[in-house]
T-cell receptor, first 111, second 114 residues
Framework: SQKIEQNSEALNIQEGKTATLTCNYTNYSPAYLQWYRQDPGRGPVFLLLIRENEKEKRKERLKVTFDTTLKQSLFHITASQPADSATYLCAPTGGGFKTIFGAGTRLFVKA | GAVVSQHPSWVICKSGTSVKIECRSLDFQATTMFWYRQFPKQSLMLMATSNEGSKATYEQGVEKDKFLINHASLTLSTLTVTSAHPEDSSFYIC??????????FGEGSRLTVL
């Protein structure tokens, strides 16, 4: 069955450092992969989308890579800020545009 | 960006009653909407894909007679939790996409069944 794994439940980093979150998937060939941010008690908010033929995508302080050979995506937040503290969800999307979510990684950025 | 509105944001009901949650796409037409459920500290689990004008497609393990989905128009989908029980207490979130690509999520509805 399809499986999505995000590197850890929680990640603690110091303000100003780069946060790197990992998403690995198995038994799945997504046409594209998305990253979302979710704050407690709120619905997820879309951040970035990367297609299977793209290696890297950037948006302001965010960067996403997509390696279809390794079946892995990395999500980077540079110059992290306390306001970046949230849960980040990896979401590969395959046939039928059905989107499945990983369990998420909770990021804590300390001032 | 596109906006998806969900109502109510929270609801408390007695065991055995039914609860309806509405999901609206405010500035675009959504042929397809998705309903997710999220338990505390867990990820979103897709429950069903709601198709305008036709029957919803349910994920394995989701009871279609318990979670009734209606997608009567291109901007509105409803989820009705019938004969709710305490184990149905959860955070229910709808989403829609304007084009193939990112999903826009509603703010979620927190259901508590007493």
């Amino acid at each position: 069955s399809q499986k999505i794994e995000q590197n850890s439940e929680a990640l603690n980093i110091q303000e100003g450092k780069t946060a790197t979150l990992t998403c690995n998937y198995t038994n799945y060939s997504p046409a594209y992969l998305q990253w979302y941010r979710q704050d407690p008690g709120r619905g997820p908010v879309f951040l970035l989308l990367i297609r299977e033929n793209e290696k890297e995508k950037r948006k302001e302080r965010l960067k996403v890579t997509f390696d279809t050979t390794l079946k892995q995506s990395l999500f980077h937040i540079t110059a992290s800020q306390p306001a970046d503290s949230a849960t980040y969800l990896c979401a590969p999307t395959g046939g039928g545009f059905k989107t499945i979510f990983g369990a998420g990684t909770r990021l804590f950025v300390k001032a | 960006g596109a906006v998806v509105s969900q109502h109510p944001s929270w609801v408390i009901c007695k065991s055995g009653t039914s609860v309806k949650i509405e999901c609206r796409s405010l500035d675009f037409q959504a042929t397809t909407m998705f309903w997710y459920r999220q338990f505390p500290k867990q990820s979103l689990m897709l429950m069903a894909t709601s198709n305008e004008g036709s029957k919803a497609t349910y994920e394995q393990g989701v009871e279609k007679d318990k979670f009734l989905i209606n997608h009567a128009s291109l901007t509105l989908s409803t989820l009705t939790v019938t004969s709710a029980h305490p184990e149905d207490s959860s955070f229910y979130i709808c989403s829609a996409r304007e084009n193939p690509g990112e999903l826009f999520f509603g703010e979620g509805s927190r259901l508590t069944v007493l």
